[in-house]
């Protein structure tokens, strides 16, 4: 790794970390979990944008990934893993696979990650960069992500990286209960970052993080 990268990525990390600080009030989290700075630094985000903003690609902002859609900002990446609250032996699942580089970062701190993504062209790119890249604990499927991996639940967290106009029910009924799903959730104003937990009785208890913006969740309900 060159001097040049790790300056990168260490001004990447300082931007994060900075964020976490500054949004604190409203997210309720001041400092980004030690394991979860440390993913960001094993993950090369340069490698999951395209090279028309490969210059930006240790900025901490969104960039244009093709098919309208985006690879999300590094500290929304980082603030809706940190709620995922992941342990080692968990078992993820992603809707909005995009460039892949939120299911790597998933992939270094859970055992399993499934993660579906609508435009096929994505979802082939997706898992072949990240086959290339050594994440075999990723599996990647063209899919509607509304409607859930059911034969892989259930899952210890859902992470939806789309703006959705309520939470999909079969997103809810593959969750085992205590898991925690996250999820942006229009509300007619804006976007919402939520963080839910799931209930014995099958219910989510809900809590407002964030106002966000995501390209929007496509699917029938």
């Not at 500054?22 to 630094?41: F, N, S, Y």
């Not at 460039?99 to 072949?128: C, K, N, R």
């Not at 959730?185 to 989510?204: F, P, Y």
Request: hydrophobic share 40%; net charge negative; with cysteine.
């Amino acid at each position: 790794m060159s001097a040049e990268h790790e300056r990168n990525i260490e001004t990447l990390i300082r931007a994060v970390v900075r964020d976490f600080r500054e949004t604190a009030r409203t997210t309720g989290i001041a400092v980004a979990d030690p394991e979860l700075i440390d993913a960001l630094r094993r993950v090369p985000r340069d490698k999951f944008v395209p090279d028309s903003g490969s210059g930006h690609a240790w900025d901490n902002r969104a960039l244009p990934i093709g098919h309208g859609q985006t690879i999300s900002q590094p500290f929304v990446v980082a603030l809706m893993t940190q709620l995922l609250e992941l342990q080692p032996g968990h078992r993820v699942l992603e809707i909005g696979t995009g460039s892949g580089y939120q299911a790597a970062i998933l992939a270094e701190l859970a055992e399993e990650v499934y993660s579906i993504e609508v435009v096929p062209e994505l979802a082939a790119a997706a898992s072949a960069r990240l086959d290339r890249l050594g994440y075999r604990n990723v599996q990647v499927r063209t899919g509607n992500g509304r409607d859930g991996w059911p034969e892989a639940a259930p899952f210890d967290a859902v992470i939806v990286t789309a703006g959705a106009d309520s939470i999909p029910k079969a997103l809810v009924e593959q969750l085992r209960t205590g898991g925690r799903l996250v999820i942006p959730v229009d509300t007619g104003w804006g976007q919402d970052l939520r963080v839910c937990v799931k209930e014995e009785d099958g219910s989510l208890r809900e809590r407002s993080v964030l106002p966000v913006i995501f390209v929007p969740l496509v699917g029938g309900r």
